[in-house]
T-cell receptor, first 116, second 112 residues
Framework: EPEVTQTPSHQVTQMGQEVILRCVPISNHLYFYWYRQILGQKVEFLVSFYNNEISEKSEIFDDQFSVERPDGSNFTLKIRSTKLEDSAMYFC??????????????FGPGTRLLVL | GEDVEQSLFLSVREGDSSVINCTYTDSSSTYLYWYKQEPGAGLQLLTYIFSNMDMKQDQRLTVLLNKKDKHLSLRIADTQTGDSAIYFCAEWGARDTDKLIFGTGTRLQVFP
């Protein structure tokens, strides 16, 4: 069964450094998402992406964050200058979105980011 | 508001039924979901229900939706130790947004 993959599984970085989290959504999916989960808290929406542009973003997704689909396969989340409070598990998700939107978001296994 | 609330903990004996409850605030939600998260792992979709349904059964799982009260529940029959995890409910499609809004999560502990 096709699945969403994410790399790396874990990343440790110094405060102020840039990080890029990578996701490979399911190949025929059209809508892509990033969510994050701070340790012990609920999963929060960051951004959705469709047709090569951001379709919706949360207040968490400030100017330090950006997303890109550079090659039709990968979907990346960049944090330009990481802060301690960016430490979290970051989940990528995708849905088919063909015709009427499909109802199921398929989640990747997550990247655990630790900012020191 | 966008609050989706769940009780924090539930502890059950192996073999008993578990019922995890969730309340949501937006009656325009199209789909409601249950996800399972094991320690250090990702989100596993367990089941979902369309907002015009009252009930959905899938093997050991039964989802009940009371749209009037904005209440969703997940019943796990014959709960096993492998069911120990955090369970998140989530709503989708509220106010024409395409994001999932997750609940606070319920930690289910199953003891022998």
């Amino acid at each position: 069964e096709p699945e969403v993959t994410q790399t790396p599984s874990h990343q440790v970085t110094q405060m102020g450094q840039e990080v890029i989290l990578r996701c490979v959504p399911i190949s025929n999916h059209l809508y892509f998402y990033w969510y994050r989960q701070i340790l012990g808290q609920k999963v929060e929406f960051l951004v959705s992406f469709y047709n090569n542009e951001i379709s919706e973003k949360s207040e968490i997704f400030d100017d330090q964050f950006s997303v890109e689909r550079p090659d039709g396969s990968n979907f990346t989340l960049k944090i330009r200058s990481t802060k301690l409070e960016d430490s979290a598990m970051y989940f990528c998700a995708s849905i088919p979105g063909q015709g009427a939107k499909m109802e199921t978001q398929y989640f990747g296994p997550g990247t655990r980011l630790l900012v020191l | 508001g966008e609050d989706v609330e769940q009780s924090l903990f539930l502890s059950v004996r192996e073999g008993d039924s578990s019922v995890i409850n969730c309340t949501y605030t937006d009656s325009s939600s199209t789909y409601l979901y249950w996800y399972k998260q094991e320690p250090g792992a990702g989100l596993q979709l367990l089941t979902y229900i369309f907002s015009n349904m009252d009930m959905k059964q899938d093997q050991r799982l039964t989802v009940l939706l009371n749209k009037k009260d904005k209440h969703l529940s997940l019943r796990i029959a014959d709960t096993q130790t492998g069911d120990s995890a955090i369970y998140f409910c989530a709503e989708w499609g509220a106010r024409d947004t395409d994001k999932l809004i997750f609940g606070t999560g319920t930690r289910l502990q199953v003891f022998p």
